[in-house]
């Protein structure tokens, strides 16, 4: 069996993609041994591979032995299992801090098991390599704790994310409800998923926690979601709500769209074509980090509105506060604008192309480059987009813990409810990053909040 040896598809500046291939000498070369007897050998390896090899699948074996610690960084533990090494990638090769490597200047065992580890495989049976699901480990126990705690926080935050809204003097006339204090309520109600008659009780805990001044009444909140004036207000509220992740995203970004259903149903088809009628659903249009799967701009349209033409508003409000590296969406979104509208931005977009596109660039030279880079480079390009796949994610978290369909049918009322929808999202990963990764909002000022998170992370 000759040695399986590793070669790296190298990229500068990146993780390389480690493949697999089994390095046979057409010819072998004859050897005496001890005895007098000719024996072969492949050429290209030595007995010094050979016991690397053994060693780094030794160390793969070992449960816990590599942690990935940063993308291209990695802590692989010493063979006696005292202490760790630190294997990285520096763009142009692998480097280890270890005795071996210092010394010899040659790839040691750790960089091997790194290798080993990348390619998704497990030592079993001795020697033996069988191919396995890549898996991540999760800190359960901060998920655990913000799982626990988020109905608690959510409502700390959404006080403070709330109170960034100014209130317009009124000067004469009956006392009217804050706009705050609406709001509010409006967004607790559908996080709680309840109806408006339902959520009497989160108004009256909200108000005994004085989040507000005063619980209103059920038709207030309908009233409301009606009013098309709140609408630029909840959009500020996602931009918001989505900037204590700027210094965490790395600037991968994914666009994507979906639909949403309404309790409304179009009655067209089955007067005019005898058809079963179907409920109506509007299209929600969505710019989302990669790392941390927060919303950073929202567009909400008709169910038939196409997806291409707002690729340029979602990317131009995330480029306000976000920087842009790379962007990718499916093949509704690949357009010469859309391309160039990345590349104005600083960003390179992974936007597969339709079956019918060519090269011709027809006044985009950039079209023309994207178009052979996706002929001739399918592998590393699908690295890439395959980034996309998070913003599929997103959605499903969306709809399973807020639900996928709207109570309202007014389509003002529709979206201001779905715009809720996303505010509450936001709001839940933030709880979660708060635990997990540590980051403050820049909107708090309750100590409260900081009292209890800083119980889990000091």
Known sequence: MPIRQIKLDQGKGELPKVVESDNVSIKPRKKIDNKGNKTFHQAGTTYSDKLLDERARMLLSKEGAIKWI??????????????????????????????????????????????????????????????????????????????????DLFGHILNELISTIEESEQHMGRPRLKLR?????????????????????????????????????????????????????????????????????????????????CSSFGAYCEHAHGTKRMHNWVKVHVCIGVRSKIITDVIITDEYKADSPQFKKLLLNTSKFFTIKEVSADPAYSSRKNHEIVDKLGGIAYIPFKKNATGKACGSALWNKAFHYFQLHREDFDRHYHKRSNVEATFHSVKSKLLENLKSKNRVAQENEMLCKIIAYNITVLIRSMVQMGITPDFFTNVGVRNVISTKTN
Not at 74 to 83: L, M, N, P
Not at 225 to 252: A, C, R, W, Y
Request: proline content about 3%.
């Open 70 to 151: 940063d993308k291209g960084l990695f802590a692989v533990q010493s063979q006696s299992g005292v202490g760790r090494y630190r294997v990285e990638w520096n763009g142009n090769k692998w480097i280890c801090n270890c005795p071996y490597y210092t010394k010899n200047n040659k790839d040691c065992k750790h960089v091997l098991a790194v290798q080993y580890y990348l390619l998704g495989y497990v030592t079993i049976k001795g020697k033996e390599l069988e191919e396995k699901k890549v898996t991540y480990s999760r800190d359960w126990s901060a998920y655990n704790y913000a799982q626990m705690e988020e109905h």
């Open 181 to 261: 204090d609406l709001i509010f309520c409006c967004i607790d109600k559908i996080y709680n998923k309840t109806s408006c008659r339902g959520a009497k009780h989160l108004f009256h805990e909200a108000l005994r926690k004085q989040y507000i001044s005063h619980a209103p009444h059920c038709n207030a909140l309908s009233k409301t979601l009606l009013k098309p004036e709140i609408t630029p207000i909840l959009h500020d509220l996602i931009h918001l709500s989505s900037l204590p992740f700027v210094g965490i995203e790395d600037g991968n970004f994914a666009i994507d769209s979906t639909g949403f259903c």
